[in-house]
Structure formats: structure tokens, C-alpha cells
Nanobody, 123 residues
Framework: VQLQASGGGSVQPDGSLRLSCAVSGLALDDYDIGWFHQVPGKEREGILCGTKDNGTTYYRDSVKGRFTISRDNAKKTVYLQVNNLKPEDTGKYFC?????????????????WGPGTLVTVSS
């Protein structure tokens, strides 16, 4: 079972990216998938979670209206569209599932994590 985030890069403020989380080894339609953000020297924090019934739970108010999660269960991929990027959005982005203990939104201290993808927002 693996999760692999990709799509990061360097963008200017107000730019956009689409991050992807490719899932293998488990049935994506049975799992909520969370996205987390980490900057050097700080702990990983939850941003939002895409639920298995296509809902969204936001953990960080500053991304509401800018970050949108979606999924394609057939392609076993979850997408995070990030718009109007700000310098404080810089960091590594991880996707995660609460496998093998559960199927709901993952928590920062457990579950299955991919290696992350780096986003740099700078002028």
C-alpha cells in the first residue's frame, strides 16, 4: 500500500498548482484522504481532508476558498487544487490515509503517509 504525492513546484504569489496523490494497494473509494503541510522546523499540520462521500473537512481556515480537493476513484488519485498561493503556503505537502487502522480522515500521528511534494511560493 502506497501513497505518492506529486505536482509541487516553484510559483509566484497568486499562482496555482494542482497536486496529485496517487494511491495504490487499497480501494480509494473506501477511504478519506487528508492533505498535510509542513515547513522546516515545525510539525506537520492538517490542511483539509477529502471524504469518501466527496465532502471536504477543512482544518485550516486560511485555505478556504483557495484549496479544493477532488478525487477520481477509477484513477485512484486525489487532487488538491491550490490557487492564489501565498508565501506562507511554502512547504512540503503530504497526503495520507488512516490505513490500516481506519478509513476516516487521518490524523497527524498515525496512518499511511507518502513522501510529500515541495511547494515554494516566492517572487
Amino acid at each position: 500500500v502506497q501513497l505518492q504525492a506529486s505536482g509541487g513546484g516553484s510559483v509566484q504569489p497568486d499562482g496555482s498548482l494542482r497536486l496529485s496523490c496517487a494511491v495504490s494497494g487499497l480501494a480509494l473509494d473506501d477511504y478519506d484522504i487528508g492533505w498535510f503541510h509542513q515547513v522546516p522546523g515545525k510539525e506537520r499540520e492538517g490542511i483539509l481532508c477529502g471524504t469518501k462521500d466527496n465532502g471536504t473537512t477543512y482544518y485550516r481556515d486560511s485555505v478556504k476558498g483557495r484549496f479544493t480537493i477532488s478525487r477520481d476513484n477509477a484513477k485512484k488519485t486525489v487532487y488538491l487544487q491550490v490557487n492564489n498561493l501565498k508565501p506562507e503556503d511554502t512547504g512540503k505537502y503530504f497526503c495520507a490515509a488512516d490505513w490500516p487502522l481506519g478509513t476516516d480522515c487521518p490524523r497527524v500521528n498515525r496512518g499511511l503517509w507518502g513522501p510529500g511534494t515541495l511547494v515554494t511560493v516566492s517572487s
